[in-house]
């Protein structure tokens, strides 16, 4: 069993900045692919971001392609999403995902075994 908790959300002004981390526990943090999904008041959660078990491949919804940053650092069994330029459209709770399969479908919400309660995020514009 995995475990994730999220920290890091808040409130922001329009154009601010907000760095999200997911710590890991249960199972060996190299093992799992990691992602960042959120859902919005009255909308379907999407995707975010996601990193491979190394680090070496990641992926970006447009909608955060140049403005949000993911990274990892497997010493500390922790993901982050550095979030820049944020716009009242980010304003959405956050979530972590984990996947400890290899097969694994990055932006597909149905391809993750565990999950955070997430942290909200929102934008004052």
């Known amino acids: 069993q995995v475990r994730l908790v999220e920290s890091g959300g808040g409130w922001v002004q329009a154009g601010g900045s907000l760095r999200l981390a997911c710590a890991a526990s249960g199972r060996s943090f190299s093992d799992l692919h990691m992602g960042w999904f959120r859902q919005a008041p009255g909308k379907e959660r999407e995707f975010v971001s996601a990193i491979n078990w190394s680090g070496e491949t990641e992926h970006y919804a447009d909608s955060v392609k140049g403005r949000f940053a993911i990274s990892r650092d497997n010493a500390k069994n922790t993901v982050f999403l550095q979030m820049n330029s944020l716009n009242s459209e980010d304003t959405a709770h956050y979530y972590c995902?984990?996947?400890?399969?290899?097969?694994?479908?990055?932006?597909?919400?149905?391809?993750?075994?565990?999950w955070g309660q997430g942290t909200q995020v929102t934008v004052s514009s």
């Open positions: 995902a984990a996947r400890t399969a290899t097969r694994w479908k990055p932006r597909d919400p149905e391809s993750y075994d565990y």
